[in-house]
């Protein structure tokens, strides 16, 4: 009987790559002091993960078919777990932001400069063999990381507006 999502072919430079990615990623976020609501957290948690299995659906997939994840073309168990490996990436981008405050041109360099370093990663993750570009760059994936941060922080600052003016009104 095959599995609804199949194990690697073989386990690999991908494949360790995104487990210790995960490990290192979420290893600060439990040692990170709290600077907002859990559910906040969460929200851009699922924010990471929907954008990246909405555009992976999207764009990977077959009539664009730009570009394949892990080992094979099928969808395998691996695939998942990539998605859950940029969340902790993202929360760092949120409580960052949070921290510093970025406004006028820095706000645009901070959203730059993490697309920047989302592309580095992205780099070192094709250097794995997480994806495999049919007709896909890294030029495309940092326009598409310019759109995603900016809209991840604008959804952060409405939702943390609205959990700050909800706590005073309690």
């Keep these: 009987m095959d599995r609804i999502l199949p194990?690697?072919?073989?386990?690999?430079?991908?494949?360790?790559?995104?487990?210790?990615?995960?490990?290192?990623?979420?290893?600060?976020?439990?040692?990170?002091?709290?600077?907002?609501?859990?559910v906040l957290s969460t929200l851009m948690f699922l924010?990471?993960?929907?954008?990246?299995?909405?555009?992976?659906?999207?764009?990977?997939?077959?009539?664009?078919?730009?570009?394949?994840?892990n080992d094979q073309k099928t969808y395998e168990l691996f695939d998942v777990i990539t998605y859950i490996m940029y969340a902790p990436y993202s929360l760092l981008f949120v409580y960052l932001f949070d921290k510093l405050n970025p406004k006028g041109l820095y706000f645009?360099?901070?959203?730059?400069?993490?697309?920047?370093?989302?592309?580095?990663?992205?780099?070192?993750?094709?250097?794995?063999?997480?994806?495999?570009?049919?007709?896909?760059?890294?030029?495309?994936?940092?326009?598409v990381y310019i759109v995603a941060a900016t809209l991840q922080i604008k959804l952060f600052t409405y939702l943390l507006k609205y959990f700050n003016d909800s706590t005073r009104i309690q």
């Design 7 to 38: 194990f690697p072919i073989k386990f690999d430079a991908n494949e360790w790559f995104i487990l210790l990615n995960i490990a290192f990623g979420f290893t600060w976020v439990f040692f990170v002091p709290k600077r907002y609501p859990r």
């Design 47 to 69: 924010y990471t993960v929907s954008v990246a299995i909405l555009l992976d659906h999207a764009i990977a997939t077959p009539p664009l078919d730009l570009y394949d994840i």
């Design 108 to 143: 645009v360099a901070y959203i730059v400069v993490w697309s920047l370093i989302s592309t580095g990663f992205e780099w070192i993750a094709w250097l794995c063999h997480v994806f495999k570009y049919n007709n896909w760059n890294l030029i495309c994936s940092f326009t």
